[in-house]
């Protein structure tokens, strides 16, 4: 039986590689997502499609990929283009046209074959500077 790198690494491939098939195969249909708001399998599919609007992919890099029968951690890179700005952490943020990278680290559990549970740690700052919305700009009423 394959152990979760491996269930890992097959789901991020194939959803790289746009197959949605992948959704009913390789992620529960009771998916907990502690990372973003949208839960179950269609929550997580509907976060990465947020996610794949506002930053066109243009490549993926995994860092590493370790773990064990139940558990695995990935840390990776994206590669983009902020190409609008309809996700929560850039609401309101203009759209720049940058190019930009995002690292992530990402912690799954593996239950019968299928990712199950999901927590991610995020640089959003360095994504934020990179689009140029850090720092915040300064209101000068709130300056003591």
Do not use: K
């Not at 973003?36 to 499609?49: F, H, M, N």
């Amino acid at each position: 039986m394959p152990d979760a790198t491996d269930i890992v690494r097959q789901a991020f491939e194939r959803i790289n590689s746009g197959d949605q098939s992948v959704f009913d195969e390789l992620v529960a249909e009771d998916y907990v997502n502690h990372a973003a708001g949208p839960q179950g399998r269609e929550g997580w599919r509907q976060t990465l499609q947020h996610v794949n609007h506002d930053i066109r992919q243009t490549g993926v890099e995994v860092h590493h990929l370790f773990g064990d029968d139940q558990f695995a951690c990935v840390h990776m890179t994206m590669h983009g283009v902020h190409e609008a700005s309809t996700m929560p952490l850039l609401t309101g943020v203009p759209v720049s046209g940058r190019e930009v990278t995002w690292r992530y680290i990402h912690i799954f559990r593996v239950a019968n074959g299928q990712l199950a549970e999901h927590w991610a740690a995020r640089d959003d700052v360095d994504l934020l500077r990179q689009v140029g919305a850090w720092p915040p700009p300064v209101n000068p009423s709130t300056e003591a």
